[in-house]
């Protein structure tokens, strides 16, 4: 059974950094891009970042891009996404996710398996 569990969500001051891990069970991670998404109340999940099987690729969007920063150890079968310069608007769940593609994607329907998710929640 596979799963993913993601860790390290909480409440942040604005400006503030927080460190979310994501470890896998019941696949090998080294097999898959990971993804972390986000889902801001009563909004659509939305790509945050992604990164390729060895790790020497991610993608960001712009929005995130410079504060957060996408990493895997795949010895640990686990995934981080360092998240700084925090503001209200990243406040959300964040999940992660694995996709068993090739090239890295961004697509949420490109990725098979998802974790519960986490809360993040960034106050000014």
């Known amino acids: 059974q596979v799963q993913l569990v993601e860790s390290g969500g909480g409440l942040v001051q604005a400006g503030g950094s927080l460190r979310l891990s994501c470890t896998a069970s019941?696949?090998?991670?080294?097999?898959?891009?990971m993804g972390w998404f986000r889902q801001p109340p009563g909004k659509e999940r939305e790509s945050v970042a992604a990164i390729s099987w060895s790790g020497d690729s991610t993608s960001y969007p712009d929005f995130v891009k410079g504060r957060f920063t996408i990493s895997r150890d795949n010895a640990k079968n686990t995934v981080y996404l360092q998240m700084n310069s925090l503001k209200p608007e990243d406040t959300a769940d964040y999940y992660c996710?694995?996709?068993?593609?090739?090239?890295?994607?961004?697509?949420?329907?490109?990725?098979?398996?998802w974790g519960q998710g986490t809360q993040v929640t960034v106050y000014s």
């Open positions: 996710a694995a996709a068993a593609t090739i090239f890295i994607t961004t697509r949420p329907n490109d990725y098979n398996y």
């Open positions: 019941g696949l090998t991670l080294n097999r898959y891009v």
